[in-house]
């Protein structure tokens, strides 16, 4: 009996084994061509990385800002210039105003 199970395990591994290098040469899929934005989208996008990183650096980010980067990222993976720039430009808009907002003094209340 040990003799059978031991030769019905041996087989299935070797036919485990054998059907694991099977599909090893097969070719890697072609890389899906990533949708080109319009240059003026590119900059808008270059320029809401480059407030957000700064904005972060500071711990000033504020989430409507966060979530128009994220957008415009979304957009520019689908190629959608329009939208790119606009979310790009509200989420730099909004990083230039949370990074203005952290170096006002704090605000005291005197004589109350």
Known sequence: ??????????VSLLALAGCSTYNSQAPAPAAAAKPAISPQAQAALDE???SMK????DFDVWTVAE?????????????????VFKEAKEA?????????????????????
Request: glycine letters at 2%; aromatic letters at 6%.
């Open 67 to 83: 979530e128009a980067y994220k957008k415009a990222q979304a957009a520019a993976a689908k190629g959608d210039s329009a939208t």
């Open 92 to 112: 730099t808009a909004f990083n230039k105003l949370s990074i203005q907002q952290s170096k006002e003094p704090p605000l005291q209340l005197k004589n109350l």
């Open 1 to 10: 009996m040990r003799k059978i199970v031991f030769t019905l395990t041996s």
């Open 48 to 50: 809401a990385t480059a």
């Open 54 to 57: 700064e904005a972060k650096s």
